[in-house]
């Protein structure tokens, strides 16, 4: 079955999108996304993606599109024609082909963004062996720019560490700055010392998660601590537990890290009663 996707305010068959060679993403990157996630048909966390969405492009000076009020019924749709039960819809937005290549871009309100959005199908996403069996990380330094917090697609590092995980027999990586890990190759770090959650606090060196707000919200709930501050690999290997999460993966616990395990070395009993919590709220709350 060939999917629907969108592009620049047209369903087409995948095999007939097109976007130009000139667009600023293709030539520097010069573009954001976000992936949501849908269970049951339906989606997770919309508004706090769109919040996001609307940042990131605030901060890279990108002019809203004209489609942009209409993403909810975009994405809506896509799950709709493309039959997704469980699965994801990620979107991108680019400041688009505005002329020859150039360094220097026009003025915002000249450009018109490029808009892509298609789906994914992944039956039974929320069951996902990784979140029984745990996961295996290494450390990589992390030199990637500055500004984090904005969700753009320079995700060539990323990916570079994901394959040196692999290639150290391991699922990912997670990314150490002047001593302390800022997060994972694309998801946020936690580890559980006790009764308390320990995540870095919120700047420009990590990404705003949309699952890490979430989580930590319910965390609190249930009366568990949470400590916002930076924390060592060598301290995240003497933790009880460690896990984290994505719109993707949720909340997946960590059973080991650089080769030392964790406890047991098997997932935590507080990190899979928060991941329980996490898709029971979030499918509640799903539109």
Same mark, same amino acid.
């Given at each position: 079955?060939?999917?629907?996707?969108?592009?620049?305010?047209?369903?087409?068959?995948?095999?007939?999108?097109?976007?130009?060679?000139?667009?600023?993403?293709?030539?520097?990157?010069?573009? *954001?996304?976000?992936?949501?996630? *849908?269970?049951?048909?339906?989606?997770?966390?919309?508004?706090?993606?769109?919040?996001?969405?609307?940042?990131?492009?605030?901060?890279?000076?990108?002019?809203?599109?004209?489609?942009?009020?209409?993403?909810?019924?975009?994405?809506?749709?896509?799950?709709?024609?493309?039959?997704?039960?469980?699965?994801?819809?990620?979107?991108?937005?680019?400041?688009?082909?505005?002329?020859?290549?150039?360094? *220097?871009?026009?003025?915002?309100?000249?450009?018109?963004?490029?808009?892509?959005?298609?789906?994914?199908?992944?039956?039974?996403?929320?069951?996902?062996?990784?979140?029984?069996?745990?996961?295996?990380?290494?450390?990589?330094?992390?030199?990637?720019?500055?500004?984090?917090?904005?969700?753009?697609?320079?995700?060539?590092?990323?990916?570079?560490?994901?394959?040196?995980?692999?290639?150290?027999?391991?699922?990912?990586?997670?990314?150490?700055?002047?001593?302390? *890990?800022?997060?994972?190759?694309?998801?946020?770090?936690?580890?559980?010392?006790?009764?308390?959650?320990?995540?870095?606090?919120?700047?420009?060196?990590?990404?705003?998660?949309?699952?890490?707000?979430?989580?930590?919200?319910?965390?609190?709930?249930?009366?568990?601590?949470?400590?916002?501050?930076?924390?060592?690999? =060598?301290?995240?290997?003497?933790? =009880?537990?460690?896990?984290?999460?994505?719109?993707?993966?949720?909340?997946?616990?960590?059973?080991?890290?650089?080769?030392?395990?964790?406890?047991?070395?098997?997932?935590?009993?507080?990190?899979?009663?928060?991941?329980?919590?996490?898709?029971?709220?979030?499918?509640?709350?799903?539109?």
């Amino acid at each position: 079955m060939t999917r629907t996707v969108f592009v620049n305010g047209e369903y087409l068959p995948e095999d007939e999108a097109k976007v130009s060679i000139f667009d600023r993403a293709f030539l520097m990157a010069d573009g *954001v996304y976000e992936v949501t996630s *849908v269970l049951d048909g339906k989606l997770i966390d919309f508004d706090g993606h769109a919040k996001r969405l609307e940042r990131s492009l605030n901060e890279l000076d990108i002019r809203k599109p004209a489609v942009f009020d209409d993403l909810l019924e975009i994405h809506r749709e896509l799950v709709r024609v493309n039959g997704i039960e469980d699965g994801l819809v990620y979107l991108q937005i680019t400041r688009g082909a505005p002329g020859d290549r150039d360094f *220097v871009f026009p003025d915002p309100e000249t450009t018109e963004p490029t808009v892509v959005l298609f789906t994914q199908n992944k039956p039974g996403l929320a069951d996902s062996p990784a979140a029984k069996a745990g996961m295996k990380i290494i450390s990589i330094e992390d030199v990637r720019w500055g500004r984090r917090d904005i969700k753009t697609v320079q995700l060539l590092y990323p990916s570079m560490g994901k394959m040196m995980a692999k290639k150290a027999g391991a699922d990912d990586a997670w990314m150490v700055q002047d001593g302390y *890990v800022t997060e994972g190759t694309s998801n946020n770090a936690y580890i559980i010392k006790g009764n308390t959650i320990i995540t870095r606090a919120l700047s420009n060196d990590i990404l705003h998660g949309i699952t890490r707000a979430a989580v930590l919200r319910f965390a609190k709930e249930a009366q568990m601590q949470v400590e916002e501050r930076n924390f060592t690999i =060598d301290e995240a290997k003497e933790a =009880d537990e460690a896990f984290i999460t994505s719109a993707s993966a949720f909340v997946m616990p960590v059973i080991e890290i650089d080769g030392v395990s964790l406890g047991d070395g098997t997932p935590g009993a507080r990190t899979a009663r928060l991941r329980e919590i996490y898709l029971d709220e979030s499918r509640k709350a799903a539109i």
